[in-house]
T-cell receptor, first 113, second 111 residues
Framework: GAVVSQHPSRVICKSGTSVKIECRSL??????MFWYRQFPKKSLMLMAT?????????EQGVEKDKFLINHASLTLSTLTVTSAHPEDSSFYIC?????????FGSGTRLTVV | GQNIDQPTEMTATEGAIVQINCTYQ??????LFWYQQHAGEAPTFLSY????GLEEKGRFSSFLSRSKGYSYLLLKELQMKDSASYLC????????????FGAGTRLAVHP
């Protein structure tokens, strides 16, 4: 089946630094990738939709300059959390449309200290 | 816009049956998904309903009523490993594209 590989699975960074999260589609081409964040005991909140070769579409209330999304190829989408702060600590997960539904990456647990 | 409602938490006993309800409001309808998610893991697909009725898949079944904007996930013969969050999700009107999730229902299965 279609697999999305997400890295890193866990990252701890200092306040003020930037962190990049990668999602790769391993056996299919993903022209669109969706990025979600999830706080403890909460559901997945859609942050943005990345589109290969064009600008990402951000959901209302999501800061474009803080959460930089790049989708430079049909198999790679990246989310960069810039100038991270403790309140950015969360579980970030990517997803792609596939035949019959959606496939998800394994998620990245970001902790900002 | 859309609105998806689910109970926040439910508890059940091992071996029992539990029904998790989901109501939704969308200006268009492109089907409804149910996902299971264990803490710290990716959601896993359970079911997709686009037509009214009940679809059974092993111990899990999903029901949809489009006229009522209502779905439920039925879990039979509960096992301890079924303790997880169950997420109801719909693609918004305008296209089968991004997926919007409900708040999720945390199910705790007790011995």
């Amino acid at each position: 089946g279609a697999v999305v590989s997400q890295h890193p699975s866990r990252v701890i960074c200092k306040s003020g630094t930037s962190v990049k999260i990668e999602c790769r589609s391993l056996d299919f081409q993903a022209t669109t990738m969706f990025w979600y964040r999830q706080f403890p005991k909460k559901s997945l909140m859609l942050m943005a939709t990345s589109n290969e070769g064009s600008k990402a579409t951000y959901e209302q209330g999501v800061e474009k300059d803080k959460f930089l999304i790049n989708h430079a190829s049909l198999t790679l989408s990246t989310l960069t959390v810039t100038s991270a702060h403790p309140e950015d600590s969360s579980f970030y997960i990517c997803s792609a449309r596939v035949e019959g539904g959606y496939t998800f990456g394994s998620g990245t647990r970001l902790t900002v200290v | 816009g859309q609105n998806i409602d689910q109970p926040t938490e439910m508890t059940a006993t091992e071996g029992a049956i539990v029904q998790i309800n989901c109501t939704y409001q969308t200006s268009g309808f492109n089907g409804l998904f149910w996902y299971q998610q264990h803490a710290g893991e990716a959601p896993t697909f359970l079911s997709y309903n686009v037509l009214d009725g009940l679809e059974e898949k092993g111990r899990f079944s999903s029901f949809l009523s489009r006229s009522k904007g209502y779905s439920y996930l039925l879990l039979k013969e509960l096992q301890m490993k079924d303790s997880a969050s169950y997420l109801c999700a719909v693609p918004p009107s305008g296209g089968y594209n991004k997926l919007i999730f409900g708040a999720g229902t945390r199910l705790a299965v007790h011995p």
